[in-house]
């Protein structure tokens, strides 16, 4: 079992990034995922989940209408308007079931993270 997310980096306020994350080795075809956030001093959180059917299962006010999460070959984070809160160390997590949602303990597989810097 193997999550792989990519596609951080460095960009200014109001400009857009897509994550990726590519999951392999799953029973699952396609399992739940869910993208966290961890910014320094502060407890990692959900930004966005999705179950086994595309569903979107989480998707909280202070993203929803800037962040966007979709699946084809892997599962994306499209993150528009950025803004330096936004910044922190970007997490893709895998669940052993069809649906989870922002509980941490839902998700049993983890990929290593990927920084996004909002600065101007």
């Known amino acids: 079992v193997q999550l792989q997310a990519f596609g951080g980096g460095l960009v200014q306020p109001g400009e857009s990034l897509t994550l990726s994350c590519a999951a392999s080795?799953?029973?699952?075809?396609?399992?739940?995922i869910g993208w966290f956030r961890e910014a320094p001093g502060k407890e990692r959180e959900a930004v966005a989940c999705?179950?086994?059917?595309?569903d979107i299962t989480y998707l909280p006010d202070f993203v929803k209408y800037r962040f966007a999460i979709s699946r084809e070959n892997a599962v994306y984070l499209q993150m528009n308007n950025l803004k330096p809160e936004d910044t922190a160390v970007y997490y893709c997590?895998?669940?052993?079931?069809?649906?989870?949602?922002?509980?941490?303990?839902?998700?049993?597989?983890w990929g290593q993270g990927t920084q996004v810097t909002v600065s101007s």
């Open positions: 997590a895998a669940a052993r079931k069809a649906l989870a949602g922002r509980d941490r303990a839902d998700y049993a597989y």
């Open positions: 999705l179950s086994t059917n595309n």
């Open positions: 080795g799953f029973t699952l075809n396609r399992p739940a």
